[in-house]
């Protein structure tokens, strides 16, 4: 099976900079794209950013100057630098991997796998 797991949430004051990590492990062939989204409480999941093979990135206007996503050097990685927070981006943020060629039961499958979510918490 395929897990993605997350990390670099925490507490911040407005204005600081956090950086979050993702790595998907597994009987992983390919990976089409990744993404981190969020949601904050009593609203919708939303997509944050997003990244394919080819290093195409998308934004949620809200994140646009602020907001870098970026595949890691080690395989399967990817990573959102989020600088100069505000509070309304205080959510829990979740790694998506979309399009994921991967070994089950002896057989090549395809899907979407996300992460457990990591907490944002922007607060003076």
């Known amino acids: 099976q395929v897990q993605l797991v997350e990390s670099g949430g925490g507490l911040v004051q407005p204005g600081e900079s956090l950086r979050l990590s993702c790595a998907a492990s597994?009987?992983?062939?390919?990976?089409?794209?990744m993404g981190w989204y969020r949601q904050a409480p009593g609203k919708e999941r939303e997509v944050v950013a997003t990244?394919?093979?080819?290093?195409?990135?998308n934004y949620v206007d809200s994140v646009k100057g602020r907001f870098t996503i970026s595949r890691g050097n080690a395989k399967n990685t990817v990573h959102l630098q989020m600088n100069n927070l505000e509070p309304e981006d205080t959510a829990v943020y979740y790694c998506k991997a979309d399009g994921v060629v991967v070994m089950i039961d002896g057989r090549w499958r395809r899907g979407e796998y996300w992460g457990q979510g990591t907490q944002v918490t922007v607060s003076s």
């Open positions: 990244i394919t093979t080819l290093r195409n990135t």
């Open positions: 597994g009987s992983i062939f390919s990976i089409d794209a």
